[in-house]
């Protein structure tokens, strides 16, 4: 059962995409030096199932063309299923993992041919996050194969 947190409208995520994001509970990777060590917890969270997800999507389709799930893929059959219904609201769809793009297509080779973005990487603090030169993660977008970490560094 795929769980969130909580979700937001945001503006920065994407670049040129007004989001609606999820934070998925459950994360496997726990990374030194992350602000949100609760996510971690799969118990943590309301179950995101198909129908809230259709409400909250009818809800906001007039204010969103985006849609992000930060984390979910150790979940990855239910969250194509999310991914899907993104996909008939004709809106596009990104997810933030900790995992490169290898993992990715070794372990979960299906949501890369679907998605419209993806955000690679484990957080590691001394690198820092997108707005960082040394960073080692990657906004990419899957449809062009551009790098958008230039549209965050300042």
Known sequence: MLKYDGYDIVLQE???EISLC????GCQLACEGCHSEHLWNPEN???LNPEIFK??????KHAITCVVFMGGEWSCLELLI????VKKFSLKV???TGLNEKQIQRKYPELLNILDFI???KWISSLGGLDKLKTNQILK??????ILNKYFLH
């Open 82 to 85: 999310l991914i899907n219904i």
């Open 45 to 47: 969270g309301k179950e």
């Open 141 to 146: 977008d899957l449809r062009s194969g551009e």
């Open 55 to 60: 409400e909250l999507l009818i809800k906001y």
């Open 119 to 121: 955000k690679t990487g």
């Open 94 to 96: 990104a997810l933030y």
């Open 14 to 16: 994407i670049p040129n």
């Open 22 to 25: 999820f934070t998925i509970t």
